[in-house]
T-cell receptor, first 113, second 113 residues
Framework: AQTVTQSQPEMSVQEAETVTLSCTYD???????LFWYKQPPSRQMILVIR??????QNATENRFSVNFQKAAKSFSLKISDSQLGDTAMYFC??????????FGKGTRLHILP | DADVTQTPRNRITKTGKRIMLECSQT?????MYWYRQDPGLGLRLIYY???????NKGEISDGYSVSRQAQAKFSLSLESAIPNQTALYFC????????????FGPGTRLTVL
């Protein structure tokens, strides 16, 4: 069975710093999708970034980028120039061919002024 | 207007009561999902439906049932609510033609006393 592990339950960084959230997953499949979702205090689930497993190039969305290491089954999220609005719970997620998403347990990120 | 809506947004009920959570979408997606979020556990899949005639159990379907009334509507029922069903419930939709991204509703916070 596929699993997603986020080893950092909670993190705090100063505003404008760079922070990296870790995620590892386990699967025997070769084609899949990986996602990072953000859940601010409003509780809305917001897609931050996605990565297709067949693409070697790491995805980037403005200040958000990933380090996708397929062989190591690692998918970390880097937030550059962190902002107060980045304070949220972040979920790493894996989607298999069945279109079902498996979520990690989340990392609560605090951006400190 | 929001593409995926959930009603009610918040609900407090008593043990043994029947509860229905409703989800509607205007995105035209065939695939719909119900998730449950508990602190420290991330989101877990309860049921999913890939079209009106297709209903499938997810990871934690015991104690829940669903109804897909139309492409746009997917309801989750708790036949006899119990306190450990207190959680945040999310509905989501997806279109496999669009990077398999899932679009989430705003969530329903359910408290069972």
């Amino acid at each position: 069975a596929q699993t997603v592990t986020q080893s950092q339950p909670e993190m705090s960084v100063q505003e404008a710093e760079t922070v990296t959230l870790s995620c590892t997953y386990d699967t025997s499949e070769s084609n899949y999708y990986l996602f990072w979702y953000k859940q601010p205090p409003s509780r809305q689930m917001i897609l931050v970034i996605r990565q297709e497993a067949y693409k070697q190039q790491n995805a980037t969305e403005n200040r958000f980028s990933v380090n996708f290491q397929k062989a190591a089954k690692s998918f970390s999220l880097k937030i550059s120039d962190s902002q107060l609005g980045d304070t949220a719970m972040y979920f790493c997620a894996f989607m298999n061919r069945d279109d079902k998403i498996i979520f990690g347990k989340g990392t609560r990120l605090h951006i400190l002024p | 207007d929001a593409d995926v809506t959930q009603t009610p947004r918040n609900r407090i009920t008593k043990t043994g009561k029947r509860i229905m959570l409703e989800c509607s979408q205007t995105k035209g997606h065939d695939r719909m999902y119900w998730y449950r979020q508990d602190p420290g556990l991330g989101l877990r899949l309860i049921y999913y439906s890939f079209d009106v005639k297709d209903i499938n159990k997810g990871e934690i379907s015991d104690g829940y049932s669903v109804s897909r009334q139309a492409q746009a509507k997917f309801s989750l029922s708790l036949e006899s609510a119990i306190p450990n069903q207190t959680a945040l419930y999310f509905c989501a939709t997806s279109d496999p033609q669009v990077y398999n991204e899932q679009f989430f509703g705003p969530g329903t916070r359910l408290t069972v006393l």
